[in-house]
T-cell receptor, first 112, second 110 residues
Framework: NAGVTQTPKFRILKIGQSMTLQCAQD?????MYWYRQDPGMGLKLIYY???????DKGEVPNGYNVSRSTTEDFPLRLELAAPSQTSVYFC???????????FGQGTRLTVV | GQQVMQIPQYQHVQEGEDFTTYCNSS?????IQWYKQRPGGHPVFLIQ?????EVKKQKRLTFQFGEAKKNSSLHITATQTTDVGTYFC??????????FGPGTRLSVLP
């Protein structure tokens, strides 16, 4: 059972480039989340989804977009990368709101 | 908006000493979760507390939820080097998403 899988693990982007961070879960969870973690800081919620076709903004959504076409997948899109988006990105899923969250291994993104 | 704070930010202990981290919310919470993140790793769920005054134990770890449901603590008895990492609390209001605290980074000197 793979749990939550994120790709890639590492990426360096140039300012203005675009990329998609992939996230997939095989636990049939309804809820999925994207967080960013800056050095020495906690996790900030970027976007979340309560099920296929439904997404909503979290605390820090600016500069990002998401989609949820299937229960399993929840990709995060950066359209015009900026240095402020240098961070570690974690995808997570939970069966329901308020239950245990399972995190992926993270994607370390550097924008130069 | 809801804010979750944790103290201390860092804690260095000698192996065998006890450790406590405190979590405080600006609003009353419906439930609170604790996660551990090893260096270079991802957050891993430890426990969830729901009831006012609740105390739960996992081996050397003791978790407590305050009577007013606005604060929580995690206490580790006789720390070991395997306890190294950052401990996060995450608090939630009814119907809302969890808000994570900034974490307490624990280092254990052998």
């Amino acid at each position: 059972n793979a749990g939550v899988t994120q790709t890639p693990k590492f990426r360096i982007l140039k300012i203005g480039q675009s990329m998609t961070l992939q996230c997939a879960q095989d636990m049939n969870h309804n809820y999925m989340y994207w967080y960013r973690q800056d050095p020495g800081m906690g996790l900030k919620l970027i976007y979340y989804s309560v099920g296929a076709g439904i997404t909503d903004k979290g605390e820090v959504p600016n500069g990002y977009n998401v989609s949820r076409s299937t229960t399993e997948d929840f990709p995060l899109r950066l359209e015009l990368a900026a240095p402020s988006q240098t961070s570690v990105y974690f995808c997570a899923s939970s069966r329901e709101l308020g239950t245990e969250a399972f995190f992926g291994q993270g994607t370390r993104l550097t924008v130069v | 908006g809801q804010q979750v704070m944790q103290i201390p930010q860092y804690q260095h202990v000698q192996e065998g000493e006890d450790f406590t981290t405190y979590c405080n919310s600006s609003t009353t919470l419906s439930n609170i979760q604790w996660y551990k993140q090893r260096p270079g790793g991802h957050p891993v769920f430890l426990i969830q507390l729901v009831k006012s005054g609740e105390v739960k134990k996992q081996k050397r770890l003791t978790f407590q939820f305050g009577e007013a449901k606005k604060n929580s603590s995690l206490h580790i008895t006789a720390t070991q080097t395997t306890d190294v990492g950052t401990y996060f609390c995450a608090g939630r209001n009814y119907g809302q998403n969890f808000v994570f605290g900034p974490g307490t980074r624990l280092s254990v000197l052998p």
